[in-house]
């Protein structure tokens, strides 16, 4: 079955850099965009970035732009989401996600912690 895990999560300071990755099992991931997403404590959860089946790319929040970059792996069926000059504010859950036949679908996330 349709299945996403995220990975590469952590402890790390602020200004610096985590790459977290997206496995996808279950399903042609090549052809469906694969988006990130972010939950903060007592937050609602936020759109990270997006990335189609072509290798188009976006980052939405304007706090990420410039620092996020997202990318895909479609022999390995990976997605990737790399931050750089992390800040106490991206503390967060992250979640890959996938939309297909109108049914969308989650990993179980991967927590980053910025904290000096």
């Known amino acids: 079955q349709l299945q996403l895990v995220e990975s590469g999560g952590g402890l790390v300071q602020p200004g610096g850099s985590l790459r977290l990755s997206c496995k996808a099992s279950?399903?042609?991931?090549?052809?469906?965009?694969i988006a990130w997403f972010r939950q903060a404590p007592g937050k609602e959860r936020e759109g990270v970035s997006c990335i189609t089946s072509s290798g188009v790319t976006t980052i939405y929040p304007d706090s990420a732009k410039g620092r996020f970059t997202t990318s895909r792996d479609n022999a390995k069926k990976m997605v990737y989401l790399e931050i750089h000059s992390l800040k106490f504010e991206d503390t967060a859950i992250y979640y890959c996600s996938v939309k297909r036949d109108s049914v969308v679908y989650w990993g179980q996330g991967t927590q980053v912690t910025v904290s000096s």
């Open positions: 279950g399903f042609s991931s090549d052809r469906y965009n």
